[in-house]
């Protein structure tokens, strides 16, 4: 069955980058959106970014634009996220989460409350000094 697994997570301080992994199988990567959502203590779970499945549509949270880029490699099956800029605020278990695009085209990304279908189990991001 389709699996999501994430890395690259870790201990990072404030201004500094980390690239979180998302590595996909059990299905077609190609036919799916990806997500990137984050949840920090005692706060809801938040999309971060979207990727449509041919990787031509990108979309950011307002509090990472301009400081995260989201990028696919389908040859690897595999979703990135490049974080740069880090702030004590980023702080937070990030998820991969796949949506299969269905009938929509591969250019579309959902709604950032769009429910996915397919969750990772996270990875731990920590920006402390």
Known sequence: ?????????????????LRLSCAFSGATF??????????????ERARVSCISSSGGTTNYADSV??????SRDNAKNTVYLQMNSLKP???AVYYCA???RDFHD???CPSPTYPMDYWGKGTLVTVSS
Do not use: C, H
């Open 65 to 70: 634009k301009g400081r995260f880029a989201i």
């Open 1 to 17: 069955q389709l699996q999501l697994v994430e890395s690259g997570g870790g201990l990072v301080q404030p201004g500094g980058s």
């Open 98 to 100: 796949a949506l299969s």
């Open 89 to 91: 605020e980023d702080t």
């Open 106 to 108: 591969s250019t579309w």
């Open 30 to 43: 190609n036919y799916y959106v990806i997500g990137w959502f984050r949840q920090a203590p005692g706060r």
